[in-house]
């Protein structure tokens, strides 16, 4: 309950310095920002792409830029109750942009580059090399005037596909965590919703997505997953320096993995509910992100793997 708290407290304690007056800078900011949830797959190393951490910038719409994630979780070393619990890391660099193609359609693209730490009671065990690169595009189905009304909404619909451009290796799925890997082996497509309402310097960014999964050359196949979150966010500025705290809560749940198209694995399916809270700083062209996640309730994998938190940190250019 304490680390909670101390979530609440860090916001609270932001937000208290943020009635400072909008310049035009900040101004103009806000009102190009746009914000997309994706959680590709965050219970899974190898398409980690963002997870509920986000999908762009928060104060630059078009941009492209530098992220690193990193994931912890507690994993059963063996399938009993009596089974010691290891660490495992999950590290992902990313290069990252979005940029628009036309008024209402913009292109995201993610390059991963996965290494992962396993620390086993028989020793560590570590894998690296490029993920799977995603790219997907959304489409602005419906925004409000923004001299008319005193909410402005924006609604988008979207998809794109995750190729197999990242290593799979089979020998990896008789862990308890079957995740360990750097690549799926398959071709996976996303389907994806957002929903922001924005009053001023406060908005509400509301998110769904669905990724499907496909099997790999080697006859295996990871579950399905549906992934929410919703962000309140507030924009401020001063002379020189924008931010945009935030606080908000996501939630995944996963389907169980399948072998040869019929076998399904069922202490591979589970979900996940996390709070989560970040900050972005910009100055001129460029934006400095920190987000950090906390799980409140979890059932991954029948309970032998337990996620412990999530932490990024980006750079970005503005285009």
Avoid at 42 to 57: I, K, L, P, R, V
Avoid at 58 to 66: A, D, P, T
Avoid at 106 to 113: H, K, R, S
Avoid at 287 to 294: I, Y
């Amino acid at each position: 309950m304490k680390k909670y708290i101390l979530l609440v407290t860090i916001l609270l304690s932001t937000l208290a310095f943020s009635h400072e007056r909008m310049d035009t800078i900040a101004k103009y900011h806000f009102q190009k920002m746009m914000f997309f949830d994706d959680d590709d797959c965050d219970t899974c190393g190898c398409s980690a792409s963002g997870g509920s951490m986000g999908f762009s910038s928060m104060l630059n719409q078009n941009f492209v830029g530098l992220r690193y994630i990193r994931q912890s979780y507690s994993t059963r070393d063996g399938i009993f109750n009596n089974s010691p619990w290891i660490d495992q890391t999950f590290n992902t660099v990313q290069a990252w942009g979005r940029i628009p193609v036309s008024k209402k359609i913009q292109i995201t693209a993610l390059v991963p580059y996965h290494f992962h730490e396993n620390e086993k009671t028989t020793g560590a065990q570590s894998i690296s090399g490029l993920g799977d690169i995603t790219v997907m595009a959304l489409y602005t189905v419906f925004e409000t005037t923004r001299d008319t009304a005193v909410f402005k909404h924006t609604v988008q619909l979207g998809g794109g596909v995750k190729a197999p451009t990242g290593k799979y290796n089979k020998e990896n799925n008789g862990s308890v965590n079957p995740s360990f890997q750097v690549g799926t082996g398959s071709w996976d497509y996303v389907l994806a919703t957002e929903y922001i309402v924005r009053k001023d310097n406060l908005g509400l960014n509301t998110m769904l997505n669905y990724t499907i999964k496909t099997e790999n050359a080697d006859h295996y196949q990871f579950g399905n997953q549906f992934n929410y979150g919703s962000t309140l966010f507030y924009a401020f500025s001063t002379a020189k320096m924008s931010y945009v705290p935030q606080l908000g809560i996501a939630g995944e749940v996963t389907e169980s993995n399948k072998e040869y198209g019929h076998n399904t694995l069922k202490t591979t399916s589970g979900d996940i509910f996390f709070g989560k809270i970040g900050m972005e700083i910009g100055r001129d062209r460029f934006s400095l992100g920190l987000n950090a996640m906390l799980p409140i309730n979890q059932n991954l994998t029948g309970g032998l793997v337990k996620a412990d938190y999530r932490w990024s940190v980006n750079l970005n250019y503005s285009l």
